[in-house]
């Protein structure tokens, strides 16, 4: 029996069928990565429970080198191309504030959703493998760690997770959950997310006694005036239709001491950019206009900017197939088109450079709360696990549609 042959919203319904029934197991798998959450790149104890998952299965499994990643590949029944699903794995350094029963106590949180994510791509691959016969190519299942900030894409490019099936696929699908109404999925063709940028500022000035500046010059004044230009920088040289978005997040100076002028202050910061252009402007123009400043002061100032994740860029194609395709079987109403890219940054782009792919998000605040929902990040986020099902189904059929050659 061919996938072609049955129809794509047949498909669908067995698939969100099956998904409801696995969900018991999807939940218990989440809240025991949840509960012990793990930062960075090497993530052991996660990376054991996803292969324990996968383990039934007889998937094609191999870990990583430079990180404890798992890149398993399903066979399917007939010849034909390959799709990438993917799901980032690692938590962030933040203490948990959240009120559920399985909340860490280690100091860490998927206050992002990567249990969510996690769980949910052992799902698709369940599915999927009850199907193998009737798919006409190859699923990659690419199971990273080290997205917040540690560039656990690249590093599995590096190690030919694109090649894991013998052939480049033709796809590449994400799933990241997010706060909002539960179950809504959301996604637009172009430009997803900014790219990601830091920087550092450090002011040299001239230290002394805090009871005659005018012997010195105090570099603190002056990296006040940096943070307080840094706005204008922004507002009064780029286009607001191609946005640029600075945020100074630290502050040093001084030794303790209240009477000390410090010789050097420093400050460091984010840029998120939605163009390439934009980010070569900065990295030009950054630089002197801070020196500009600190030289009006009789003071120095350096600026390292260091380029991060470049920008998730949906294909146009590829999403379109995944919008009909969600929409079949979830109907219409829950599946949206952002109008705008989020600020946020991702390194899945480092896959969507190489492949044509779409990553949507899916809401999955829970019901009932008494205000907004807390957003990604916060130490009070919280993800409605009822979505597993769904998510496990969204990504199997996205792979399955995709393999079959068509959008419905």
Known sequence: MEIAANGGVALGERFVARGTALLPELVALRRAIHAEPEVGLHLPETQRRVLDALAPLGLEVRTGTALTSVVAVLR??????????????????LREDADVPFRSANGAMHACG??????????????????????????VF??????????????????????????????AYAVHVGPGPRGTFVTRPGTVTASSTTFEVE??????????????????????????????FVTRRFDVFDPVVLSVTNLAAGTGAANVIPDSA????????MSPEALARVEAELP??????????????????????????NDRATTARAVDVLRASFGDARVVEAPNPTMGAEDFSYVTRDVPGTMLMLLASP????????????PRAVFDDGVLGDQAAALALLAARTLAGDAR
Do not use: K, W
Request: proline fraction near 9%.
């Open 76 to 93: 399917g029944g007939r010849p034909g191309p390959a799709v990438l699903l993917r799901a980032d794995m690692d938590a962030l350094p």
């Open 266 to 273: 420093r400050l460091s910061g984010t840029i998120r950019t």
């Open 367 to 378: 019901p009932g709360l008494d205000g907004p929902p807390a957003p990604n990040h916060s």
């Open 288 to 313: 002197g206009f801070v020196a500009g400043i600190a030289g009006a002061h009789g003071a120095t100032a350096t600026t390292e900017i260091v380029t991060g994740y470049p920008s998730v860029v």
């Open 142 to 171: 690419m199971f990273q760690p080290g997205e917040e900030g540690f560039g656990g894409a690249p590093l599995m490019l590096d190690e030919g997770v694109l090649d894991a099936a013998g052939q480049r696929p033709v796809a």
């Open 203 to 232: 002011v040299s000035g001239r230290g002394g006694h805090g009871s005659r500046p005018h012997e010195g010059v105090d570099p603190v004044p002056v990296l006040a005036e940096i943070v307080l230009g840094l706005q204008s």
């Open 114 to 139: 990567h249990d969510m994510h996690v769980a949910g791509l052992v799902g698709a691959a369940r599915l999927l493998h009850e199907h193998r016969d009737e798919l006409a190519g190859d699923v």
